[in-house]
């Protein structure tokens, strides 16, 4: 994980843009961390002082509401960053990173960050690109959350798991999330959640089996989803 300028991951996010003399001071100012699932790469209200690159692994970007339910906001996947509006904000982190599988993150100093960002006019223009995106996501789940009915939010997300991040060999769902992180991403409760499954299930759009999903029907599930 020493070298920037051979990892894979830095082509699928800002990092691309960076000379190959900037990656090398990025290489030798980094820290490299193994985070296990369940735990947080940083916190809500954290101050994080640089950005982090996801190198393998998903975690959930969440907000804790006043009645203690975590509203899921994005899933972070391989060649992603994490962080980048709270240090050019200049503000603690608004949402908690937290690991929904063992993942390998590097994290590089704000003061780095910065003389890239101040030095290199194709790096900014990246990351403010990539904060305008998140922004625009931000917006769409926020009309699905006020139009769409829990039912419609549960079928596209399910076809969103499968599109993104694939399927296991039994055609389950590689990502398995908790039937309350599942529900903290579509915004219901986690009674709905199960109850609105096992309503596909009978249906014949999905099959489960204990903790894992399978799309049975994606063409009916799309249908409900739209």
């Known amino acids: 994980m020493s070298k920037c300028e051979q990892c894979i991951v830095r082509q699928f996010s800002?990092?691309?843009?960076?000379?190959?003399?900037?990656?090398?001071?990025?290489?030798?100012?980094?820290?490299?961390?193994?985070?296990?699932?369940?735990?947080?790469?940083f916190e809500e209200g954290e101050v994080t002082n640089g950005i982090?690159?996801?190198?393998?692994?998903?975690?959930?970007?969440?907000?804790?509401?006043?009645?203690g339910k975590d509203q899921?906001?994005?899933?972070?996947?391989?060649?992603?960053?994490?962080?980048?509006?709270?240090?050019?904000?200049?503000?603690?982190?608004?949402?908690?990173?937290?690991?929904?599988e063992d993942m390998e993150v590097c994290f590089i100093p704000k003061t780095e960050i910065i003389q890239f960002f101040t030095q290199n006019n194709q790096f900014s223009m990246s990351v403010m690109k990539t904060i305008?995106?998140?922004?625009?996501?931000?917006?769409?789940?926020?009309?699905?959350?006020?139009?769409?009915?829990?039912k419609e939010r549960l079928a596209g997300t399910l076809i969103y798991l499968e599109e993104t991040f694939g399927t296991d060999s039994d055609g389950s769902l590689r990502l398995q999330l908790s039937r309350e992180e599942l529900a903290g991403m579509i915004g219901t409760a986690t009674e709905s959640c199960i109850r609105l499954l096992s309503e596909l299930k009978k249906g014949g759009w999905i099959d489960l089996t204990g903790k894992k999903i399978k799309i049975v029907d994606k063409n009916k599930l799309r249908r409900i989803a739209e």
């Open 14 to 41: 800002s990092l691309k843009t960076l000379t190959k003399d900037e990656l090398l001071k990025m290489a030798e100012c980094k820290t490299s961390y193994t985070i296990k699932k369940g735990e947080p790469i």
């Open 52 to 67: 982090y690159c996801v190198k393998d692994g998903v975690c959930k970007l969440s907000k804790l509401s006043s009645n």
């Open 132 to 150: 305008c995106g998140d922004l625009k996501e931000a917006d769409d789940h926020m009309v699905e959350l006020a139009q769409k009915s829990v």
């Open 72 to 100: 899921i906001v994005k899933l972070v996947k391989p060649g992603e960053l994490l962080g980048q509006r709270s240090m050019i904000s200049e503000e603690p982190a608004n949402l908690s990173a937290v690991a929904l």
